[in-house]
């Protein structure tokens, strides 16, 4: 009897060190990168499930190529939309209606709020996403050439060809936007264009 109760105490030695053991070895999970989704969408996800599940806790309006969501709170701060939009995977021309929604996918996202909130959405952006890659400050003017401050902050993932962009301004003083989209090749040269373009329709 002795001899058997010796054995299971040493099979439940044996047992506790190997799940001891293989705990201490186990791969944690990895990581989720926060720029691979937005608020819980994933990129790519096609319209018509999030349709069905976004859409069912948020209540947004179809718009000519998504979602809009309007006076979106964000903490303590109210965001003017939130526009999400969908690219159709085939056929340039499909026009974005309930029955087509399988063809389109979650592709990029606008985000307008007041210029006075900047500050408060880049911290949280920054408490997300990181230190922006870049931020730049800038003197741009009205159309009464009264010059404004225009600040820029942008998170670059090269690996899942994901970029963020923040803009203090965007062609209006009373306006702020933000941008998640696609990096292409021809990325650089159209922000650049954005940018002029924006600073001439701030010029008087």
Same mark, same amino acid.
């Given at each position: 009897m002795k001899k058997l109760n010796l054995i299971i105490v040493f099979a439940l030695c044996v047992m506790?060190? +190997?799940? #001891?053991? $293989?705990?201490?070895?186990?791969?944690? @999970?990895?990581?989720?990168?926060? !720029? +691979? $989704?937005? !608020?819980? !969408?994933?990129? &790519? *996800? =096609?319209?018509l499930s999030f349709n069905n599940t976004f859409n069912q806790k948020y209540r947004t309006s179809a718009s000519q190529n998504g979602f809009l969501l309007k006076n979106?709170?964000? &903490? =303590?701060?109210? #965001?003017?939309?939130? #526009? %999400?939009?969908?690219?159709? *995977?085939?056929?340039?021309? #499909?026009? %974005?209606?309930?029955? %087509?929604?399988?063809?389109?996918?979650? =592709? +990029?996202? /606008?985000? $307008?709020y007041s @210029?006075? =909130?900047?500050?408060?959405?880049?911290?949280?952006?920054?408490?997300?996403? &990181?230190?922006? *890659? *870049?931020?730049?400050? +800038?003197? /741009?003017y009205n159309k009464l050439g009264m010059p404004f401050l225009q600040k820029t902050a942008e998170w670059i993932d090269q690996g899942i060809e994901r970029k963020i962009s923040l803009y203090k301004y965007a062609s209006k003083i009373d306006e702020g936007i933000g941008i998640l989209n696609k990096i292409d090749p021809f990325e650089k040269l159209k922000a650049n264009d954005k940018a002029k373009a924006a600073a001439e329709q701030l010029r008087p």
């Open positions: 506790f060190a +190997s799940a #001891l053991y $293989s705990q201490e070895n186990q791969t944690p @999970p990895e990581k989720e990168n926060p !720029m +691979s $989704s937005f !608020m819980g !969408m994933k990129w &790519g *996800t =096609d319209a979106y709170k964000l &903490g =303590d701060i109210v #965001l003017k939309g939130i #526009l %999400f939009e969908f690219k159709a *995977t085939e056929g340039i021309n #499909l026009i %974005f209606v309930r029955p %087509f929604y399988p063809k389109f996918v979650f =592709d +990029s996202v /606008i985000i $307008s @210029p006075n =909130d900047f500050e408060t959405i880049l911290s949280i952006f920054k408490a997300k996403y &990181g230190e922006p *890659t *870049t931020f730049e400050e +800038s003197k /741009i």
